[in-house]
């Protein structure tokens, strides 16, 4: 056997051990393994740093890892990691900075995914095999919160707190995916009509491009204080992911959701993106999917879906518009 094979078989073989792949199929594993590579720490070396941004999962093939957090006292470890077990997984799903450091205990050998192309790019040349991959994971990390709500009460101090940094989006403070997916279809099963939004600048990219992530981090928490500024009471605010938002409007018909949808537009072109940007862009105009259960769709997945379809179409008609229930798309007046 080949080193290659050899090494490709070996990583195959530990991630199907990990809980974490567990439910994911040798294809989805193998896709896995072939954008993953290994790395190699001595005992006190840096992983990655508290603040860093690297969108990254790890998998420890051989010795041990220590998450330390600074305050005031210094540096306080608050999670070990051993060989077998992942870590990092959330920072694969949010492109906050990293709220603590992970540093090598002993000498390591780790699994990095994905370790050399960004995950965004993998995000658009396999968009659906990591749809599927990236289902099951936030399948399996919302397992792991009903196990601990099945083990202690709802209403520790410290579960309370474990599930926001779970469920939010530490860059926006919206909640994020996970909650999503978790929360919708129990909402969907409420007597009551409820619409969903799907919200995403018509050209981002362009901020990354031209002034760097710094910069594009601070555009998307703005994009998060319009958003928020628009929902009401019972609302829901969501960042499902790198430019992409949600609103979940329990209880909203679909005329009312267009009215927050156009709101939402509204404010979003509004927001002065030149103090962030030294000038290079001043606006950032958006399109606005709009979809009411159960007449877009019966289930959550397909209404994420045909939402997720009506935002780019307004996009792809010209942007800054919202494409709604039975109603055309709009372009902004002017």
Not at 150 to 158: G, I
Not at 236 to 252: K, M, N, Q, S, T
Not at 256 to 284: N, P, Y
Request: with cysteine; proline share 4%; charged share 30%.
């Amino acid at each position: 056997m080949s080193k290659v094979v050899a090494q490709r078989t070996g990583k195959l073989t530990l991630l199907s051990k990990a809980g974490l792949f567990s439910q994911l199929q040798e294809a989805e594993l193998r896709t896995i393994a072939r954008y993953s590579g290994y790395r190699s720490y001595i005992p006190g070396e840096v992983i990655f740093l508290e603040g860093s941004h690297r969108e990254e999962l790890y998998l420890i093939r051989d010795g041990s890892v220590a998450i330390r957090r600074q305050s005031e006292a210094g540096g306080e470890d608050i999670a070990r990691f051993v060989a077998g077990e992942v870590f990092g997984e959330m920072d694969l799903l949010d492109s906050a900075p990293r709220s603590a450091s992970a540093i090598a205990e002993q000498r390591s050998t780790i699994l990095v995914f994905p370790d050399e192309i960004p995950f965004q790019e993998l995000l658009e040349r396999h968009p659906h095999v990591f749809a599927q991959i990236l289902r099951k994971l936030l399948g399996e990390i919302a397992g792991r919160i009903r196990v601990i709500d099945r083990l202690v009460s709802e209403k520790a101090p410290w579960v309370e707190d474990l599930k926001r940094q779970l469920l939010r989006d530490k860059l926006s403070g919206l909640f994020n995916r996970a909650y999503l997916e978790e929360e919708l279809p129990r909402i969907l099963r409420e007597d009551r009509p409820t619409s969903l939004l799907v919200v995403k600048p018509d050209n981002f990219k362009i901020i990354n491009d031209t002034c760097g992530h710094e910069a594009g981090d601070k555009t998307l928490v703005l994009i998060a204080d319009a958003l928020k500024s628009c929902l009401g009471e019972g609302d829901l605010g969501v960042r499902y992911r790198g430019d992409e938002y949600c609103a979940i409007l329990p209880g909203r018909s679909a005329g009312e959701a267009r009215r927050v949808a156009e709101s939402i537009r509204e404010a979003v072109s509004r927001v002065d993106i030149a103090r962030v940007t030294s000038g290079a862009v001043a606006a950032l105009p958006a399109s606005v999917g709009a979809c009411t259960h159960p007449e877009s769709a019966q289930d959550a997945k397909a209404l994420v879906s045909v939402c997720f379809e009506r935002m780019w179409k307004a996009r792809g008609d010209g942007g800054n518009r919202v494409l709604g229930e039975s109603a055309p798309a709009r372009a902004a007046d002017g």
